[in-house]
């Protein structure tokens, strides 16, 4: 009977005392739901390519890879920040004057901005390998230095309020966006090309050439013979001739030298990216308040910066995670790799005059 009592006791006190969970369980179960969430997601996106509102909202927070070029990373949710950007500018854009507009909700824009999508990770490989090879060199773009150089321009040109409200409703950014994503890696890349441009074992040689060419014509030499001794490229089979341009359609950089010539003049040797030119202006007119000018060249071809860049490429590895893409080493840049987008891509640039979503 005591016993029994006991017993019955013990008991009792057990099922009155209070249970008590463990702190590790407490912690594990939101950790456990947290990595549910995160696998979920990344199946989602890399699986699946899903762009869910979930989906996107998690992939600002967790830095989930699109793609890595050498030991830089770069993230998901800015691939995905970037097409939906670029998707925005199209859709606030009015092409009603080129005889159409760009709608991605079709089954054909859809592959249109998948189209879009390549270029954009293509973009973001190439600006990071850009800035990799900078510093390796040695070169670093200081945060100061690009806010400054934004915040000169907008002052020089009295329009950062315009600025401010033309970038949020186009690209939907801010000027800190526009300074990560354009003005930084723009100022990688003309640093870069200065640094190509010392380094480049073609110039030399090249402006040489077109110096003899120069000489040559000061000798009384017929052009077109030395268009044939001198020249490279295209325009050697017409005897130098380019037709007719109007400045917007010269290099920028030495389209005021040859419209300041006057007809039958020949210009000294011009360096554009491309190489060396002599110019000689053989006509002018004005058509449609327009004014054109045609001319023919010697021209002397030096190394070009997308030629040096992807052999600099090379020497770094890249790796694409996005679904649909991959890189291809053999011509450096990212790829399709569903040979329907590939010919699909390929029709839509064959027949790219009047398409808005090419031409821009």
Known sequence: MVASWRSKKSK???ESEPKHVKFSTVIGIPI???????????????????????????ERVVPYPAAKVGSVWISLGDYN???????????????????????????????????????VINKMVEDKAIEVLARQRGIVIADEVVHDSVTRKMEENGSSEVVT??????????????????????????????????EDATRVPAESKIKEAEAALQQDQEFTAVVAKYSEG???????ELGWFTKSQLPP??????YALKKGERSAPLESSLGFHVIEMEDRKVE????????????????????????????IPVHIFIKGFRWGADKQFVEFIDLDMVQFEKTLRENAAGDPSILF
């Open 234 to 240: 295209a325009t050697v089979a017409t005897g130098g």
């Open 81 to 119: 920040a970037n097409v939906a950007s670029v998707k925005q500018f199209y859709e606030n854009q009015d092409f009603s004057a080129m005889g159409g507009r760009v709608d991605f909700s079709t089954p054909n824009g859809e592959k249109r901005l998948l189209v879009k999508s390549r270029e």
């Open 32 to 58: 456990a739901l947290l990595f549910m969430v995160v696998l979920g997601v990344g199946i989602a996106a890399y699986g699946f390519g899903n762009k869910g509102r979930l989906v996107l909202a998690v």
């Open 165 to 198: 409200t033309d970038l949020s409703r186009l690209y939907g950014w801010t000027v800190t966006d526009f300074e990560e994503k354009v003005v930084r890696p723009s100022m990688y890349k003309d640093e870069l090309i200065k640094t190509f441009q010392r």
């Open 288 to 315: 449609d308040d327009v004014e054109q000018v045609r001319i023919r060249q010697i021209f002397v071809k030096k190394q070009q910066f997308a030629d040096w860049l992807g052999d600099q490429m090379r020497n």
């Open 12 to 14: 009792d006190k057990v």
């Open 253 to 258: 950089e030495i389209a005021p030298a040859i």
